[in-house]
């Protein structure tokens, strides 16, 4: 990831004024539309490839396995499975309210 000199506390407020435009959108369409102008398609493999690992994840599925179903890497999914165990919860939070969950 590229790092750019500056203020860390200007970085998280372009991060929140990032969350707060996504928040704004009001379907999936606009959503989707939004990703694909903010996003290069490599950027929207590397997102959908962790994204559809999750759930096998959480399933408990192996790693390997997940990589035969998937093709995504090895290392991908590690890197989700330690974010699913140590990160900021999102990913928990954005498998509940897609399953209709709140919380």
Do not use: N
Request: net charge neutral; glycine share 10%.
């Amino acid at each position: 990831m590229k790092r750019r000199p500056g203020d860390i506390e200007a970085q998280k407020d372009v991060i929140d004024a990032l969350a707060t435009a996504i928040h704004g959108l009001r379907s999936g369409d606009e959503v989707r539309a939004f990703l694909e102008d903010l996003c290069t398609p490599a950027e929207l493999e590397a997102m959908t490839d962790r994204w559809r690992v999750v759930p096998l994840l959480q399933e408990g599925i192996p790693y390997r396995e997940i990589h035969e179903r998937t093709q995504v890497s090895v290392t991908t999914i590690g890197r989700v499975a330690r974010t699913l165990d140590r990160g900021a919860g999102g990913y928990d939070l954005a498998v509940r309210r897609s399953r209709g969950r709140t919380g």
